[in-house]
């Protein structure tokens, strides 16, 4: 017998026995965590399998190696034959199918120690596989049993559907729909039983233990390179982030900590000696992190970090301090799991502060035990995402080798001489910040499946609450009949999918990005991060209230989704600072066009200005009020593009007449702030309409 389960099939009787169960629990091309303990605990004990056999078993139980198209259809054939030769009996199950196999397979195996393969030791051993595995997918059944497939065939039919349910899914699955169905599946297994945790350090332990299930499933990777073990496809973990916010937001938060901000950095701020030492451990979170980047006294201000990291060129060492309880590393997620941080600090070299860079600090050691110099609090219990171990930093002259900060943008030379390949300090600030820009594009999606989840219980729950008799007649109204809740739900499900698109839109523009178009991807990550998420937590609220007093119970789960998404509008950037920068983005862009394009550019802006204008007066000026008009995309957009470009010009002029009139330009900024907010909002409106259209 082969131990490559690929190449020949000549298995023993013991393994032929197996089968029928591998089969079945690879049918969904997934290998749960409780499929992968089952069939390991269970079936490396089996008192009839022979030594031999033991590494096969490894194999086919290892969730990243999935049995190849070429075995997987053996199997099906080999399952198909003994059912074939079974289908006499009035019940056959996974079991008796085994057992035929392997009475057929020991058939034609000289010297077998095994007498009969339907001894009753030997079938309760397997009956205990099968019931640990759990029941069959119905789909798994028809193919074994094509018959069936014909009866259940004959019930879907009478099913009616007001639409094409699968072109739909297909279209909000895009291009990750086997991902995104991948860890369903795997946040199906009884592993991750949904549970309503209030001791955060009972929590913090049940999600740990979650993200090392995601690891070893190879989730946590999947954005690396594939020399780390990954699929180099930050779409994939996006969608992998997003599909993780139905279940449980401290698990997707803990997720993005470990594998999206700590391993991101690594990635994307390191250079080969960083993913070559540590790439692979953070992937399979062998190495935990953290990503301190936030300080106590600047909050949003990252340029203003106050923590240091001298070179010392005597030692060729790099001395990391906090010099104050302000410069404390704030609200750092991992802070109580962490054995290595990637902080953020202002790279002194030979006397001349250089900006920030990123310099990787180790914080405990194998053991779970701080380091000298190391200072961690608890944050304690928090409004929401209590699974989330956040917790407060400070270093106190902490040393680590040159070799620690991660070089992308500025290195230290062997001569102890700053380089870098951007000289401008601004520029090379940004860029390195752009790097970063992925957790604004995954957080808004997580929340979003948050809002998604609040609707769909809302919903449900008006299509089978009644409230009040209608007329003569004793049967009460369903709630979603009354106009007034379908007010209330449904304009927010119609925009959970125009916001599923617009975010759809930003993660292909983000993983297609290019040097020249980065500032432009970042400004609308800013903008579809705020607005999502301010989104997420008006919509919870109103199906909380929609849901009355139910709606308050736990059990419900609209107090953990509104406390676990509340922080979501805050973390990755303050929203109402975020939509600044955003105008500010908008502004630089109409500024450069003016600038490179100059009258011909005015011309026809002022073009585009008066068309658009008749396009949204048309309404007003001749009457023209009838559905169709109203409803038009075209008139919409026009109405839309015109909002942002009015907008535009205004605040552009406004800006112009103060800083001409004598006012500093951060004055400006200042008293232009609710202006900028509106601009903001337009632009990110424009985009979603768009996209919803599209």
Same mark, same amino acid.
């Given at each position: 017998m082969s131990t490559n389960p690929n190449i020949q099939f000549n298995y023993s009787p013991g393994i032929q026995s197996l089968i029928p169960l591998f089969y079945a629990a690879w049918a969904d091309r997934v290998l749960t965590p409780s499929e992968i303990q089952t069939l390991t605990e269970k079936g490396l004990k089996l008192s009839f399998i022979k030594e031999e056999d033991l590494l096969l078993i490894k194999l086919w139980s290892n969730p990243l190696k999935p049995p190849s198209k070429h075995l997987f259809k053996y199997w099906e054939i080999s399952i198909k034959n003994a059912a074939e030769r079974l289908e006499e009996q009035a019940y056959v199950s996974l079991v008796d199918?085994?057992?035929?196999?392997?009475?057929?397979?020991?058939?034609?195996?000289? $010297?077998?120690?095994?007498?009969?393969?339907?001894?009753?030791?030997?079938?309760?051993?397997?009956?205990?596989?099968?019931?640990?595995?759990?029941?069959?997918?119905?789909?798994?059944?028809?193919?074994?049993?094509?018959?069936?497939?014909?009866?259940?065939?004959?019930?879907?039919?009478?099913?009616?559907?007001?639409?094409?349910?699968?072109?739909?899914?297909?279209? *909000?699955?895009?291009?990750?729909?086997?991902?995104?169905?991948?860890?369903?599946?795997? *946040?199906?297994?009884? $592993?991750?039983?949904?549970?309503?945790?209030?001791?955060?350090?009972?929590?913090?332990?049940?999600?740990? *233990?979650?993200?090392?299930?995601?690891?070893?499933?190879?989730?946590?990777?999947?954005?690396?390179?594939?020399?780390?073990?990954?699929? $180099?496809?930050?779409?994939?973990?996006?969608?992998?982030?997003?599909?993780?916010?139905?279940?449980?937001?401290? *698990?997707?938060?803990?997720?993005?900590v470990q594998f999206g901000l700590f391993g991101g950095s690594v990635l994307w701020l390191g250079t080969k000696r960083h993913h070559d030492k540590y790439l692979d451990a953070i992937g399979t979170l062998a190495l935990p992190g953290c990503f301190a980047m936030t300080e106590t006294g600047h909050g949003s201000n990252v340029r203003g970090l106050e923590t240091t990291a001298t070179y010392d060129p005597t030692t060729q060492e790099i001395e990391i301090n906090s010099p104050n309880f302000e410069s404390g590393k704030e609200y750092i997620g991992n802070a109580l799991h962490g054995q290595m941080a990637s902080v953020f600090a202002q790279l002194i070299v030979g006397g001349e502060n250089h900006g920030v860079h990123a310099i990787l600090v180790p914080m405990r050691d194998k053991n779970g035990r701080l380091l000298s110099g190391v200072r961690v609090e608890d944050c304690g219990y928090k409004l929401g995402l209590n699974g989330v171990d956040n917790g407060r930093i400070w270093f106190d002259h902490v040393r680590v080798p040159k070799e620690n900060l991660l070089n992308r943008f500025g290195d230290i030379d062997e001569h102890g001489n700053y380089t870098s390949s951007i000289e401008n300090p601004s520029r090379r600030f940004f860029t390195m910040l752009g790097t970063l820009v992925g957790g604004r594009v995954c957080v808004p999606r997580a929340g979003l499946s948050a809002a998604k989840s609040g609707l769909a219980i809302a919903i449900k729950y008006a299509l089978k609450r009644r409230q009040f008799p209608s007329g003569n007649s004793d049967q009460e109204t369903l709630l979603l009949n009354y106009p007034s809740h379908q007010r209330r739900l449904m304009p927010l499900l119609a925009k959970a999918y125009a916001l599923d698109f617009g975010l759809t839109y930003l993660t292909k523009r983000y993983v297609d990005r290019t040097d020249k178009d980065i500032r432009e991807i970042e400004s609308l990550a800013a903008g579809l991060k705020s607005y999502a998420t301010w989104f997420t937590t008006d919509a919870l609220q109103e199906c909380r209230e929609a849901c009355g007093g139910k709606g308050y119970l736990a059990e419900n789960r609209f107090a953990d989704l509104k406390a676990d998404t509340d922080i979501f509008t805050t973390f990755e950037g303050d929203n109402t600072v975020l939509m600044q920068l955003v105008a500010k983005g908008v502004l630089s862009e109409f500024r450069k066009e003016f600038h490179e394009e100059g009258t011909v550019a005015v011309l026809r802006y002022l073009g585009t200005r008066v068309s658009t204008a008749f396009s949204e007066l048309n309404p007003f000026i001749i009457r023209n009020t009838d559905r169709a008009h109203l409803m038009s995309a075209e008139f919409q957009l026009g109405a839309f593009r015109f909002r942002e470009r009015r907008l535009l010009f205004s605040l552009a002029n406004r800006m112009r007449g103060m800083i001409k009139g004598g006012t500093t330009s951060y004055d400006a900024f200042l008293k232009g702030q609710t202006h900028m907010l509106a601009l903001a909002e337009a632009y990110v409106e424009r985009i979603v309409l768009e996209q919803f259209v599209r």
């Open positions: 199918l085994g057992l035929e196999m392997a009475q057929s397979a020991a058939k034609k195996v000289k $010297n077998d120690i095994v007498v009969s393969w339907d001894h009753p030791h030997i079938r309760k051993e397997l009956e205990s596989i099968e019931e640990a595995l759990g029941s069959v997918s119905v789909k798994t059944y028809e193919t074994i049993f094509p018959a069936e497939a014909d009866k259940n065939q004959e019930q879907e039919e009478k099913i009616k559907q007001s639409f094409d349910i699968k072109a739909m899914t297909a279209l *909000l699955d895009d291009d990750y729909a086997a991902i995104r169905q991948k860890v369903k599946t795997i *946040l199906s297994d009884p $592993n991750f039983e949904y549970k309503t945790l209030r001791n955060k350090d009972e929590y913090r332990s049940q999600v740990l *233990l979650w993200s090392k299930l995601l690891a070893k499933q190879g989730l946590g990777a999947i954005s690396y390179p594939e020399a780390y073990g990954g699929d $180099n496809d930050m779409g994939k973990y996006a969608a992998v982030f997003e599909t993780l916010g139905y279940h449980d937001l401290s *698990l997707a938060i803990k997720f993005g």
